[in-house]
């Protein structure tokens, strides 16, 4: 029998399913849990040590006899601190010792208990990983403790192996040991392909040819980094979901075939390939994160684990253009089956009937309207319909609901600091942008963003040398944080328009002439389409700025109708 502690188990599941062989176990109380696993698992051999100090050494020694990575179990409070002479040879050596530590709860550390100290960074940089488990008592916190477990892990057993320390907390009881097997824990691997991708790992190949629904989803990439002429076979043949932030010409319509599907268990792909990084769209996360059984496989050039689905089974390390080229060689003369087939022809249908439903709704004057109305003038810059100062066209959109509206209409890559989606820094960045480019850089940026950072109009930088005259500002400006007027149940709160949506009454006109920015204003759909097309084909040696003044109601309504007549029938 196993210990009652969700933790240990998981803990000491992947230690089986990640090859580990052998642990050095040391006395103690709160540490018993963990060696009672240890000792009742049959794949793992314990070799009892009473000294700590010596304990981690002789862990390094076996690590060094086996050429594998070796566990060391100790209690909590000193007991860890002692280990740390061993893990710093260990560091220096390229040696896996996995230190496996036990904990107080942390709402005792520093209360003048027993054996309580900081513990998750005792051992400094000398681990490549240091982990604190959670003590589950739901299922995310369970896929929390199993990620934690598998990056610590695949850490230590890396082709550079380094010592990782995993910390435990244990609350009392201590000593039930009550579960019958352990569970069947979701073990991540990480693979590191040759230099000329010609040996993918071996689960990716078969798994994209066995699944009847495979999608791959990118998220947001630099469009300098990808090429897509190499990957014609897997992209005709494999249904592709992406964002204005990745790097494709055309619109994929996901967020809105979601809106009406999101329950449809038929939709939900079987095997996932996740590119790239952050996706704007929290339904199409949890959309995915409902496709408990899928098989999902990361391709990133770091290698970290990033489980943003919460299905993640692989990581494959490189060069995701190269990765997927070398997919698209294997899998080219390969039929993909009959219901792969049809899930993506499903998939287009859908996404087809939303690209109509977009190009044909006319939303009332909103920001709405503004951002479609902007997106339709640049493609007529850019094809030379229009009479444009001649300069390809960059576009930046801030965070909220700008960049959701560049979802809807921007046919070509944006750029948004999606990194952590703050507010703060949109303008400057899309300044410094213009600063060193030869192309106009267009702004799409919401009124407290713009407010927030509108020191990035005061720099010189912008009026001096070749580039000055390339930064365009679209401001949508409905005197608050219009998204919060989405989230439900907030309109209950006295407090929901004055402090958290930050309502207000400013313009940007003081600024402007303030920093000698020239400036435009649109207050109703006869006057938005001449300003924009003042704002993208003027010649000017200074920036421009268009504010488009709409109520928060008007855009909420605007939203609101254009997801409400959307009709997917094909």
Request: glycine residues 6%; contains cysteine.
């Amino acid at each position: 029998m196993y210990s009652s502690k969700e933790n240990v188990n998981i803990l000491t599941a992947l230690l089986v399913k990640h090859g580990i062989n052998h642990a050095v176990v040391c006395p103690g109380s709160r540490n018993a849990p963990i060696v009672h696993n240890l000792n009742e698992c049959p794949a793992i051999t314990c070799h009892p040590a009473s000294d700590e100090r010596s304990a981690a050494f002789y862990a390094l020694g076996m690590a060094q006899a086996t050429d594998n990575a070796v566990a060391v179990c100790v209690t909590s409070g000193t007991a860890l601190l002692n280990v740390a002479p061993a893990v710093a040879e260990a560091y220096y050596q390229h040696q896996a010792i996995i230190v496996i530590a036990a904990d107080r709860p942390q709402q005792w550390i520093d209360q003048l208990d027993g054996q309580t100290l900081p513990q998750p960074d005792a051992l400094g940089r000398f681990v490549g990983k240091a982990v604190t488990l959670p003590e589950p008592t739901n299922d995310e916190e369970r896929w929390y403790c199993n990620r934690l477990v598998n990056e610590a892990l695949i850490e230590a057993t890396d082709e550079v192996a380094k010592p990782v320390l995993i910390n435990v907390p244990i609350s009392e009881p201590l000593f039930s040991f009550d579960t019958t097997a352990l569970p069947d824990e979701r073990h991540i691997v990480r693979s590191r392909p040759a230099t000329d991708y010609c040996s993918l790992h071996k689960q990716l190949i078969e798994g994209m040819m066995k699944a009847q629904r495979p999608m791959i989803v990118f998220g947001q990439a630099n469009p300098n980094h990808y090429d897509r002429s190499g990957v014609d076979y897997l992209f005709g043949h494999v249904i592709v979901l992406h964002e204005q932030l990745s790097s494709f010409p055309h619109i994929s319509h996901f967020d809105e075939v979601l809106s009406k599907y999101a329950d449809d268990d038929t939709l939900l792909p079987d095997f996932i390939i996740h590119v790239g990084d952050a996706i704007v769209s929290k339904r199409l996360r949890h959309f995915l994160r409902r496709a408990n059984n899928a098989v999902t496989w990361r391709i990133s050039p770091s290698g970290k684990v990033e489980d943003s689905f919460m299905n993640l089974c692989g990581i494959v390390v490189g060069d995701e253009e190269f990765v997927l080229q070398a997919l698209n060689d294997k899998l080219r003369y390969i039929n993909i089956s009959r219901p792969a087939a049809e899930y993506r022809r499903r998939w287009l249908r859908l996404l087809s009937a939303a690209s109509r439903h977009a190009d044909l709704y006319v939303p009332q004057f909103s920001q709405m309207a503004a951002v479609k109305e902007l997106e339709s003038q640049i493609r007529d810059v850019s094809s030379g319909m229009a009479d444009a100062f001649a300069k390809p066209v960059t576009v930046h959109y801030a965070n909220s609901s700008a960049i959701r509206l560049a979802n809807i209409y921007a046919q070509h890559h944006v750029w948004c600091n999606r990194g952590v989606n703050g507010i703060e820094g949109s303008l400057s960045t899309a300044a410094g942008f213009s600063v060193v480019s030869g192309e106009m850089v267009v702004c799409v940026i919401g009124d407290l963003s713009f407010f927030y950072d509108q020191n990035a109009l005061w720099n010189k930088c912008l009026y001096k040398g070749s580039h000055r005259g390339n930064l365009r500002i679209l401001l949508l400006n409905n005197g608050c944080g219009g998204i919060f007027s989405q989230l439900p149940g907030l309109e209950h709160s006295s407090a929901a328009a004055s402090l958290v949506a930050a309502a207000h009454n400013t313009t940007a006109e003081g600024i402007c002439r303030q920093n000698g920015v020239e400036y435009l204003v649109a207050c109703d759909t006869e006057e938005l389409p001449k300003a924009i097309r003042h704002l993208l084909t003027a010649d000017s040696s200074r920036p421009i700025l268009l504010e488009v003044v709409t109520s928060a109601a008007a855009d909420r309504r605007a939203i609101d109708d254009y997801y409400s007549t959307l009709s997917l029938a094909t």
